[in-house]
């Protein structure tokens, strides 16, 4: 069975533009969420999709938005790119209880 | 913010040697989890424990919860060196309409085995 996908592995982004980052769950897996982890730091909660809605939102600014699809995938935007946003971004899915991550999305804003 | 804090921060051990990490939380929890992260990458569950549960074993690994002291820690026996990561605490934020809610992870703590 598949894991959780994400992509693209690596993605360079001008200050400025904006990013656009894929994950996909496992199947039947409906809860899709969202982390930030910059360099050296833990994992900063971003948002929570289930069923295609927003369940829950992390402390970051509404340039971060993102968007759960039908088929439960989803996808995370980041507008107006800014060098601190330079960071590994984490999908997991959920069941349940237990979160299974994908391997991230390194994002680096130059 | 930061609902586990686990420390210590950064621990160095020879293969063979027991590691305890700890981790402390602020508010009431359903459950605590602990994840490994390798090298940056995805993070892995290993162990989760629930609120009314003291101790759980998983091979190598022992974990303890003390809902009274808001604490945790988990113990990895005769480690080795394919041991070395980043291990992190998450309790969930609460229940949302019956469905889990996001997880809330500490900062981790860094192990090193040397070989």
């Known amino acids: 069975e598949a894991g959780v996908t994400q992509s693209p592995t690596h993605l360079i982004k001008t200050r400025g533009q904006q990013a656009t980052l894929r994950c996909s769950p496992i199947?039947?897996?409906?809860?899709v969420y969202w982390y930030q982890q910059a360099l050296g730091l833990g994992l900063q909660f971003l948002l929570w999709y289930d069923e295609g809605e927003e369940r829950n939102r992390g402390n970051f600014p509404p340039r971060f938005s993102g968007r759960q699809f039908p088929n439960y995938s989803s996808e995370l935007n980041v507008n107006a790119l800014e060098l601190e946003d330079s960071a590994l971004y984490l999908c997991?899915?959920?069941?349940?209880?237990?979160?299974?991550f994908g391997q991230g999305t390194r994002l680096t804003v130059v | 913010s930061q609902q586990g804090e686990e420390d210590p921060q950064a621990l160095s051990i020879q293969e063979g040697e027991n590691a305890t990490m700890n981790c402390s939380y602020k508010t009431s929890i359903n459950n605590l989890q602990w994840y490994r992260q390798n090298s940056g990458r995805g993070l892995v569950h290993l162990i989760l424990i629930r609120s009314n549960e003291r101790e759980k074993h998983s091979g190598r690994l022992r974990v303890t919860l003390d809902t009274s002291k808001k604490s945790s820690s988990l113990l990895i026996t005769a480690s080795r060196a394919a041991d070395t990561a980043s291990y992190f605490c998450?309790?969930?934020?609460?229940?949302?309409?019956?469905?889990?809610?996001?997880?809330?992870f500490g900062k981790g703590t860094k192990l090193s085995v040397k070989p």
């Open positions: 997991a899915s959920s069941a349940g209880t237990s979160a299974f």
């Open positions: 998450a309790t969930d934020a609460g229940v949302y309409g019956g469905s889990q809610g996001n997880l809330i």
């Open positions: 199947s039947g897996h409906t809860s």
